[in-house]
């Protein structure tokens, strides 16, 4: 009886030294490219890659460097026609931030094309403009163009396989209310269990 409790604590023993082993794994950083992909969520490369597809798309769109270029020929030298984004929905079951992962990131992008400006979100930057305002008697700019959308998704089974479909869908409009251009990316995931993404 003496030597099965002593099997046991010493099985037990090794158990805990093994999973300590394991703990002290050491973390890495990785290639960006090269991250774990989920079939049942948006990952972070899926935002990186709708960001960056649709303001590419949006940027060498004929008709906004068209609207862009006639807007700044009506302002006074120096400013640049002002952007708004809207309110991206988020139509899937997912309960992700459309601000920190979709719009920051395109908004970045914008910004370092140089042709356009943003409304601040920051409540602080709020208040400064509407006191610089009052102490100047300007009124307000109105923005130029609003970007808005809504990201869907889609899922679907078929024995043990998964399948997830993503719909990035945004719209631009002008002052005018309308609708300049839109862009759509897809991205499609499948696979019975998280994968390694390349």
Known sequence: MNKMIRSIALLSL???GGMMVGCG???KVIDQNRSITTVDQIDIQDFRSAASTLTREMLSDPRWTATVQRLKSQMPAGTLPLMKISR??????????????LVDPMEAEL???NLVDFFAED???????KMNEIATG???????????GTVRDLRSEAGDVKQSSYVFHLKLADATGITIWQGEKLITKQGSKPAIGI
């Not at 991206?88 to 992962?101: A, P, Q, S, W, Y």
């Not at 300007?138 to 808005?148: A, C, E, G, I, M």
Request: aromatic share 4%.
């Open 14 to 16: 090794a158990c805990v």
């Open 25 to 27: 794994s050491e973390a």
């Open 88 to 101: 991206i929905k988020n139509d899937t079951t997912l309960k992700v931030d459309m601000r920190g992962f």
């Open 111 to 113: 910004m370092k094309s």
């Open 123 to 129: 409540a602080e930057a709020q208040n400064l403009a």
């Open 138 to 148: 300007t009124q307000p700019r109105l923005p130029n163009l609003v970007l808005f």
